[in-house]
């Protein structure tokens, strides 16, 4: 069926990808027993870590947790300025 819908050019709206990947992010999110405080706390620590070493751009973090029912991931991508001094 994909394969159909790409020679016909049918590609899925933003506003459907966006949705399937918050609907992921929330069942990995139960899953895991992480509640939206823990995952905003989780997400302060990384900044506060990350930025001993570097300067970021704070408003451009994303972080993902994804799963397949076998393992769970946590991918963060942190847009990196420039390295502090040591």
Request: no cysteine.
């Amino acid at each position: 069926m994909n394969v159909f819908k790409q020679l016909l050019g049918y590609r899925e709206s933003a506003s459907s990808e966006v949705a399937k990947k918050r609907l992921r992010f929330v069942l990995v999110q139960d899953r895991l027993h992480l509640s939206p405080d823990r995952m905003r706390q989780l997400r302060e620590e990384l900044i506060e870590v990350i930025s001993k070493y570097v300067e970021i751009d704070r408003d451009g973090i994303d972080i993902v947790l994804t799963g397949d029912g076998r393992q769970n991931l946590l991918r963060t991508d942190v847009p990196v300025v420039r390295a502090k001094p040591e």
